[in-house]
């Protein structure tokens, strides 16, 4: 078993059992009083998980084999690294709790915390180990997570430097993220063809609270509703603290460049629940990355001709110019400036040195919980937490496109400073058209500020054989956006052109360079709230012995929540259209949800419960959706579990997906004119600057009309220990979703202009002036495949114990549809639309522990796929990585870990796609940070 590692085990039970209770039994009992426990009626060895659903007395027999050395013949002890208990054929072990809990996936407290529904489960603590410092990071190690949704991945494409997870691919839209069982507000930053406003940023998760994370594999709207089709993440925090820690770390990349981080936590907490009938805890925790530059990383290229890697841009510095069909560039065809290249008779300008691989990000959050004991069964407590991050990113300099200049300049060609061109002739009588980047202003700069709070009270307890819990909350985005450097005014650029200050194909004039100082916007430029306000209450309990095989359970719940979204921008937005942004202006929007649920498991045999579950959610603006869940649990003997599930879900579209104004900005990669530039070559009333391998202006946003998303999961699998150190679980799944809501993707519209030509708005001159992509219903998605795990204990030797685990996901099939009734595409393992899902992902980890030494080494790996062009570039290469952690207690108060992540420094394969102005490799797929070192030292006191 691991200590690191993705780990699949009894809901709510570690190796020293079942979660969520105020106390352990007494575990020191006298010889006679063991012998009583083992001699009362009935009390033999069978599986603890079964007899503690029969009757206490069984719980009491099993406590006195366990402490009579009979249990280690019937259950899966902790290892000596303080490893995690996997699968869910495990019985419970000896210190097992009488209190009953809940846990993810299921609305009903019990003692037995297994379940009929797939669960992974991640241990904060152990993961701090192996380096892992993010809560982006932790989720990274989720097989089933398709994409790695990094910070990366967020340059250029207007997330406000969001990370967010996708169970199974299907969107991050799809993937509910829960902080201790109940929502969050989502990103309240919405751009064109990315998940905002729609999903958690996972970046404001407070990561130093985190005791664990759930994830279950599976659909939920039945309990969870709208948004939980993929599966649920629920990220549980720290229950009480009574002592302090502080931690200092801090990594660093081997090659040189950014990319460091330096990080800090500290917790504190007093109080105990029990004799002082109270527990005040606070955790603080700040981050901060360095920014790392393209220019760091020698596989981060925009230019591989011969693998089909073109992410140059025909708007250049010096500026191409055209008239008519006829384009030049001052340096000539053979062009040899700095960042240009020869292209298709034009100078194609990399902006490579101006680009972040990873922002420059700063988070600091604070987590801080107040317990107290009302009576002897009834608690209260107040939950606020505080998370912000702030995230600096640089693109290219501002392209500046179409705009004239006539031969009265005296920057025209021919007119003395700017060569004319060799070969055509000017028509001096007529202005020409300019492509050029801005450089004197430099790159374009923009920060983000991503602030989350919650506030949470709750009340939970006892009363007369009803375990309740009811909460009130509020929860608030906000995200303020930023520019800093490099965005400068359309006018001002236009009124320089024509009265001869600006220079479009060289150094600026004295003049020519105050005026872009002068024209360069600085400041807040808009600002995005989303708010969600509830109230919830759950109530649970036994209600008899229908079967004779144990008790069954009912769990009672409603829910009313208050969705709020509000996003505005500045009037001077419209003067920059290098910036992307919706039109200067506000939009909101705003619901109401009203829920009932109810779950029923109902043991009928001794190897056999089953469980029903039903959701009915009333909207205040689409209506209303009943969805049942059925699932069922068998053990027909002790090694064995065979689990399966059927769910229906529903998934209203957000109210960022609706409300989201439209905005223009360029499309996320270059593609070709499919009538001007068709298959790479200029045609009549073409011109390579302007239509060949360009990035062209996408307009998108929310879409009023859109209708719910449908969707059926199954699962159906088996954990089976043929001993008590072993064990290997196999869950097949299946997903249907009808009306996918999504960004319609822009690749898409160029990969078949003839099907989508009315997304093709075109200029009079028959060149295109923008695509239109937006939200959309986009047909059906199916896709299924299988989650696997095997967990191996070695035998304790002189030398340590060891322990080896994996856990990893191979999809089947993922066919989509673009449109409603249309063709389907295969996805897996083949770049299509807007991505790829990935064949097969694993982690395999082993760890060693002998006293307070430890050490890990683990394996992520993920397979390759067909790559974006794959007539250049079949194919994307696999990626594994190999990472190494050891680690040492000293006097039980100082922790001292320290590691490598990519011990071996692998290069992310080489990737044509073109999205979010990374180029060479798949940010989605690969870390562009190399071989990282880390240390990180923690104090108890």
Partial sequence: MLENEEVEYPLGTTASGTEGSQGHFNNVWTKSELTMLMNLPGCTLKPLALAVRRHPRALLCALAMGMSGAQAAEAVDADTSGSAVSSSAAV?????QLQRVEVTGSAIRRVDAETAVPITILRADDLKKQGVTTTQEMVQRITGSQSINNSAGSVGAGTGGASFADMRGIGANKTLVLLNGRRLANNALSGVGTPN?????????????????????????????????????????????????????GETPTASGGGATKDMSASWGFGDLEEDRFNVMGVFNYNKQQNLDANDRSFAKDYVPGRGLNQTSGTAYPGNY????????????????????????ICRFSTREYIDLIPQTEKTSFFGKATGKLADDHNVSLEYFWARNNNHTDIGPAPLTGLSLDSSSPFYPGNGITPAPTDFTLDPTQPISTAWRETAAGPRGSSDQNTSQRFLLNFDGLVGGWDYNV??????????????????????????????????????????????????????????????????????????????????????GGEYRKEKMHQEYEAYV???????AAAAGSVEGDRSVKAQYAELNVPVLDSLELTAAVRHD????????????????????????VRGAYSEGFRAPSLYELYAPRSTTFTQGYYNDPVLCAGGVVQPGGNAGRDCQQQFLNNGGGNTELAPEKARNMTLGFVYQPVSNLSMGLDFWWIHISNQIQAFPESTVFDDPNTYADRYV?????????IVTGNANLGIVKTSGVDVSLDYRFPNTPYGQFGLGMTGTYVTRYDFQNIIDGPYTDKVGDFQGDG????????????????????????????????????????????????MSVGHTFDKVLDIDAGVRNMFDRNPPFSNQAYNFQSGYDPRYADPLGRTLFARATYHF
């Fill in 92 to 96: 419970v072990p000896a210190t097992t």
């Fill in 197 to 249: 406003g729609s999903a958690i940023d996972l970046n404001m998760i407070p990561f130093a609270a985190i005791d664990r994370v759930e994830v279950l594999r599976d659909g939920a709207s039945a309990l969870y509703g709208t948004d939980a089709i993929g599966g649920v993440i629920n990220f549980i925090t720290k229950k009480s603290l009574t002592d302090g820690s502080l931690t200092l770390g």
């Fill in 322 to 345: 055209f008239q008519g069909d006829n384009s030049a560039n001052p340096l000539g065809r053979n062009c040899g400036g700095a960042n240009l290249i020869a292209s298709n008779g």
């Fill in 471 to 556: 909460g009130a909350s509020y929860n608030q985005n906000k995200v303020l956006s930023s520019l800093t450097n490099g965005y400068i005014s359309d006018a001002a650029m236009l009124n320089g052109l024509a009265n001869g200050t600006l220079n479009p194909f060289g150094p600026q004039t004295t003049a020519g360079q105050a005026l872009i100082d002068a024209s360069e916007y600085h400041g807040q430029y808009s600002s995005a709230v989303g708010r969600v306000a509830g109230l919830d209450a759950r109530i649970s309990r036994e209600i008899g012995d229908w079967f004779g095989a144990g008790p069954a359970g009912i769990a009672l």
């Fill in 574 to 580: 419209n003067d920059i259209s290098s910036l992307g």
């Fill in 618 to 641: 009333k909207y205040s603006d689409f209506g209303s959706t009943t969805n049942p869940k059925y699932s069922f649990r068998y053990q027909p003997f002790k090694q064995l579990v």
């Fill in 762 to 770: 075109r200029a009079a001159d028959g060149s295109i002036a923008n």
């Fill in 836 to 883: 790829v899902i990935s064949r097969w992902k694993h982690v395999l980890t082993g760890t060693w522990a002998l006293g307070d030494t430890r050490a890990s080494l683990t394996n992520r790996f993920t397979s390759g796929y067909n790559d974006y062009d794959r007539t250049t570039n079949a194919r994307v290469a696999s990626y594994a990585l190999w990472d």
